[in-house]
């Protein structure tokens, strides 16, 4: 059962695994951190270890001397996808120097506006937002401030690696940021991109990025994370998102929450991450390599 | 550090894409610069409707327009911005279906579609919600998702020695705003203009593009048609527009038309005044007029008088006193 869903999304990968090692978000593209990193989780465990090595080979190049990563070879900027190198280190049960820099990275880096001037503005009301801002969270680009997506990658990367760090920053990052992602719960149980309510209006969250704080969420025991579950069932059988879908497969597994099985069906679209993340979301999948000592 | 400041720097940067601090707009100032030399065209072409024959309205008004396509490679960018098909949140399908046909009837040498949407991740999705997949031919073949296709530095942009923008962007001869009319709650109003933000990729910037915010909305606004406007055509779709608290919590206003012009400030001007709003209290507007046209005595209206086709959009609170007297 699934075997169909499972080989033609595996083929699909295999076959677009660019020359340098990587993958593009699409075929014929040039290769990104991001879907690397998805396509590697998803292929695993797969018999694909030449494929990983060269996948693993790239991504290494892509470090930047401050320990962050670029998110592709275009770009020289660090950025949020130092998270996903860490997780893959971690899977890869790498240890060494230059990982420890790269969680040295993120450790350092915080939501721009965890300092003295928002604090006090938003004491004082000046920000038209229900936000709390007193935890520091992830952002997408160091200077920026914090959102739930690369703050969810961040704790999922930690957590993965807390067992090699004795120091309390760790573990006082995680606690802070889960703090955080609980923060920006929007009234209906879920997340959106970090921002749940805006000139005193409630927004709606989304299915993605309620996945993604859950994963983030992974180990927590808040009634929030059960409401949030409830909110993640709901979006699963209603959202017309496939990329939202497939996350939400993931989380709701990682949570051993029940998942309807995937239909059965050969991949038809171009589009590598998502391919990678419906592999990992199958039952058959990849998708405790997001937990804390996720095996797959 | 004053109030004004400070608030645009943190509150605007941490709520992103949908703002809400009131100090973005300024109140009108003796007078605008002269701008750039000549007057500009823009043709206000009414369609009460997304069933008329769009293409036959576009066509006039980018004749009207004298607009030279022939050759070029033409990236039509819409406004897409949410699942929500019941809204008039997105550019409508019909309207980018028409500029597909008369881009290529003009003699085109390619026509694409692109965007970069600031939120949600799964743009083909959000398309195919949108009924792009269903009514634009050959959709899919044409369509790059602006956030995560690959891309090129740009030197000294927003600040940042080296900025990242799609290479499709980069590439493309004519750049086509095909944007929607709607008030925005942090911009005053969100035209032709505001809609190059969807042309920063997620994949470096994130979602919400929050680079964006912590350089200041309007001040990037106009980095952004500075960079790209020389290059840049306007198509408004005014059909059915948003007022109130948009640009995706408000309600539908129907303004029945297109507004088109290659001067993306004296078109997005324009669409002010027919919508109510003074252009020459909207922040942006004034910051961008060494680019382009705000003043009416230097935009030469074609198609409909601004009198015919003026409907006022609701304006929230915060920014009643930009209505047009």
Known sequence: ?296 | MTRRKFALLTGAAIVGGYGGIKAQKLQKPPKLPDGPAGNSAVAVIRARSYSDDLASRMLEGIRQCGLDVRGKRVLLKPNLVEFDPATVINTNANVIAAAVEVFHQLGAAEVKIGEGPGHRRDTLDMADDARYRALIPKFESIFTDLNRDDVSSVKSFAGEEDFYFPNTVLGADLIVSLAKMKTHHWAGATLSMKNFFGVVPGSVYGWPKNKLHYYGIPESIVALNRQFGRKAFAIVDGVIGMEGNGPIQGTPKPAGVLVMGSDLVAVDSTCCRVMGIDPEKVSYLRMAADLGHVRSERIDQRGETIASVRTNFELTHDFKDLRLA
């Open chain 1, 1 to 296: 059962m699934g075997e169909l869903y499972l080989e033609s999304r595996q083929e699909f990968l295999r076959a677009n695994q660019n020359p340098d090692g990587g993958w593009g978000y699409f075929p014929g593209k040039g290769s990104w951190l991001e879907p690397t990193t998805y396509a590697m989780l998803a292929l695993h465990g797969t018999g694909s270890d030449p494929v990983l090595d060269r996948a693993w080979k790239l991504v290494r190049s892509w470090q930047r001397p401050d320990g962050s990563f670029r998110p592709s070879g275009e770009v020289n900027d660090g950025t949020w996808v130092t998270a996903h190198a860490v997780t893959l280190a971690s899977v890869r049960g790498i240890d060494d120097a230059s990982v420890r820099a790269s969680v040295d990275w993120l450790l350092r880096v915080v939501g721009a506006e965890h300092n003295m001037w928002t604090r006090t503005g938003s004491f004082l009301h000046l920000i038209k937002a229900r936000l709390d801002v007193s935890h520091e969270g992830w952002p997408w680009r160091e200077g920026n401030a914090t959102w739930i997506e690369p703050t969810a990658h961040t704790l999922v990367a930690l957590k993965k690696i807390a067992g090699h760090y004795r120091g309390p920053e760790v573990e006082k990052r995680v606690r802070d940021g889960e703090q955080l992602v609980l923060s920006r719960r929007c009234t209906d149980g879920g997340w959106n991109y970090g921002t749940p309510n805006m000139l005193y209006f409630d927004l709606p969250s989304y299915p993605e990025t309620t996945a993604l704080a859950l994963l983030g969420l992974d180990g927590v025991s808040d009634p929030a994370v059960s409401q949030g579950l409830d909110v993640a069932r709901k979006f699963h059988a209603e959202t017309k998102s496939s990329l939202g879908k497939a996350w939400l497969q993931i989380a709701l597994r990682c949570h051993g929450k029940p998942v309807p099985t995937p239909a059965e069906g050969a991949y038809t679209s171009h589009d590598v991450m998502l391919a990678s993340l419906e592999l990992l979301g199958h039952p058959k999948g990849n998708y405790k390599l997001f937990q804390v000592g996720g095996r797959a």
